[in-house]
């Protein structure tokens, strides 16, 4: 992997693809100079264990289609970039980190319950099913099990604003980090990627 398509975060250690680091924080500020309160969300979407599933990504690009088309048809605006993974699992697996506009919309957990029923349409499964083997992940606990927020809400006159911001792209990230053990084929998609409206100025860089 050429380094120049590398950056490494210094306080962390973490390294990250550049390209797509750099996108998801140009997506964040596109969003927030769109929508006067714009609603992050985490989640990560699991193939049950048992599944013979053939390793390709049409079961994710189903579900994720599906997703923000009936998000944007309800008005939240949605974007994204999502990220496949796979290590010595049986299966891979997908992060997404979703953007939407939270004027009208304001519950991550509705977004969790609209994704859980369309993971199960690709993987023939009902929603419950989905649900109670927690296959669409909220990402809310950390390593050692304990609760963390799933997404953040950045509002654009609020006072926290900047603070806000930065840790929303710290969440986003996480999408992007750079794993050298990933077994994904190089002729397989790794990253997925909306087609938000692009700025003129250069998306911060850190």
């Known amino acids: 992997m050429s380094r120049k398509k590398i950056t490494e975060q210094k306080e962390t250690g973490y390294r990250f693809y550049k390209t797509y680091l750099n996108k998801g924080i140009e997506m964040i500020d596109y969003m927030s100079g769109r929508h006067g309160r714009v609603m992050q969300t985490r989640m990560d979407f ?16 189903r579900a994720l289609q ?20 796979q290590k010595e699992q049986p299966h891979q697996h997908y992060h997404l980190n979703m ?22 349409n690709a993987l023939g499964l009902t929603p419950e099913e989905v649900h109670e ?18 997404g953040y809400m950045l509002a654009r006159r609020k006072g926290d604003f900047e603070t806000t911001r930065r840790t929303m792209i710290r969440q986003m990230a996480y999408v992007t980090k750079y794993i050298p053990e990933d077994t994904t084929p190089s002729t397989t998609r790794k990253f ?15």
Not at 66 to 85: C, N, V
Not at 110 to 116: G, H, V, W
Not at 133 to 150: A, E, I
């Open 66 to 85: 599906g997703l923000t088309k009936e998000l944007r048809r309800e008005g939240y605006d949605p974007q994204y970039i999502g990220r496949r993974e």
């Open 192 to 206: 997925f990627v909306s087609q938000y409206g692009k700025r003129q100025s250069d998306p911060e860089k850190i």
């Open 99 to 120: 953007l939407t506009d939270a004027k009208k919309h304001e519950s991550r957990q509705r977004i969790i319950e609209k994704a859980e029923r369309h993971w199960g």
């Open 46 to 61: 699991r193939y049950p264990q048992e599944m013979d599933a053939d390793g390709s990504n049409r079961d994710f690009s």
């Open 133 to 150: 083997k927690q296959l669409v992940y909220p990402c809310n606990r950390d390593m050692n099990g304990d609760l963390r927020p799933n």
